[in-house]
């Protein structure tokens, strides 16, 4: 953290004041928030098994629930004086969510009876302002699903059961459950993965009483890769790496063949990924990506833009223009990405490095 830098920051969002804590600070997780009497956690951590079955026996000797992570964002949603806030991990309100979260569900029904809890879901979907990968079964727009519901007085994670009871009794979404497993039925997990593999599903998250882990489908990273390439000179080496082990471990856990295809697919994410940013900056002097959100409310655009670039000195974003979609506007947006960029056009124009 910069020196000076207020680890706890004041922030606010129209007339709602709050405190945020812009980093870790033990015990607080960095996203931890604080309203006059109520301090709302940072979601924390999982972490992430790269062995399924070695990952189960090893960590799970009580029963765990299996169930489906969803690829998206995180948010935690709570309401405060009659708003439905939503918070990303950061603990800033999200001015998309905040406009669209009413979409999928009765929220203000839950709240009413449960003004003490907490939400906590991921938003998903190909028009989803922060992201460029989704759940392949969402083919526009956005969804949200809850995974966690956090009571503020008990300052506890409520059990999958208790949890999947309320979302039912109040009709909101929630991610998939595959149900409670045991150690001894490690082999139904993995046809699951197998299953979600098929699928092109993100993983899976793995729920017990002492200990929750995530495991990613080997195919999963092959996608990030597709995905990401272009922004070779932005990302951290590191994480390309991750995702070929992972990718790797996961094909030898479960014997998956390392066909051809696979293998002109790894390259072709690398090669044509890059070669597209290469040709965009040398052809429009700028390596973007282009993205669209849907949202109710014209003001939410120029929030959203602010909102988005005052989060990373790294990347730009700038308006593209809107339309009408049904009842929602659909906003068009370009993100720059400057490191990519900036270093690209050096290297067009002939500069040179040391290596
Ligand atoms: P970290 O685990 O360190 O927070 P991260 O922010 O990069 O890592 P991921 O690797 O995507 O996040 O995995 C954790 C996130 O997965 C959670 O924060 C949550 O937003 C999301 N998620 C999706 N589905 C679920 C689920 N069923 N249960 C819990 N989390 C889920």
């Known amino acids: 953290m910069a020196a000076g830098k207020r680890v706890i920051q004041r ?3 129209g007339p709602v004041a709050y405190y945020r804590f812009a980093d870790d600070f033990s015990p607080h997780l960095r996203g931890t928030l604080v309203f006059q009497n109520t301090l709302i956690p940072g979601y924390p951590h999982i972490r992430r098994l790269l062995r399924l079955r070695a990952g189960i026996l090893r960590h799970f000797h009580e029963p765990f629930f299996v169930e489906e992570k969803v690829d998206g964002y995180n948010l935690r949603l709570w309401r405060h004086r009659g708003e439905l806030l939503p918070f ?8 998309f969510a905040y406009d669209r979260i009413g979409d999928f569900g009765d929220f203000h029904r839950f709240f009413d009876d449960h003004p003490r809890k907490v939400l906590i879901g991921e938003m998903a979907g190909p028009e989803n302002p922060y992201i460029d990968i989704w759940p392949p079964n969402i083919s526009e727009d956005v969804a949200f699903f809850v995974f966690d519901i956090y009571d503020l007085d008990q300052r506890r994670y409520l059990a999958p059961p208790e949890r999947y009871e309320l979302l039912e009794q ?4 929630s991610v998939k459950s595959f149900g409670e497993f045991r150690r001894e039925e490690v082999d139904r997990v993995e046809e699951i993965v197998l299953d979600l593999n098929r699928q092109g599903i993100e993983g899976i998250v793995l729920k017990g009483r002492q200990r929750v882990l995530k495991y990613a489908t080997p195919i999963i990273n092959l996608r990030d890769l597709e995905a990401d390439a272009d922004k070779l000179l932005d990302l951290q080496p590191a994480f390309f790496i991750q995702r070929v082990v992972r990718l790797v471990l996961g094909f030898d856990e479960f014997r998956l063949p390392l066909t051809p295809e696979l293998q002109t697919a790894l390259g072709r994410a690398f090669l044509e990924g890059f070669r597209q940013a290469v ?14 959100v849907r949202v109710h409310r014209e003001e939410t655009i120029p929030r959203l833009l602010d909102f988005l670039n005052r989060a990373s000195s790294q990347i730009r974003v700038e308006y593209a223009g809107r339309e009408r ?8 947006f370009r993100k720059v990405y400057l490191r990519s960029t900036e270093t690209l056009k050096a290297y067009l124009r002939g500069e040179t490095i040391l290596d």
């Open 11 to 13: 922030e606010s969002f």
């Open 279 to 292: 040709q965009r900056v040398r052809e429009e002097g700028a390596m973007y990506h282009e993205f669209s």
């Open 325 to 332: 979609v049904g009842d929602l506007w659909r906003a068009r």
């Open 170 to 173: 109040y009709g909101l979404p």
């Open 88 to 95: 990303t991990r950061g603990g800033f309100v999200d001015p």
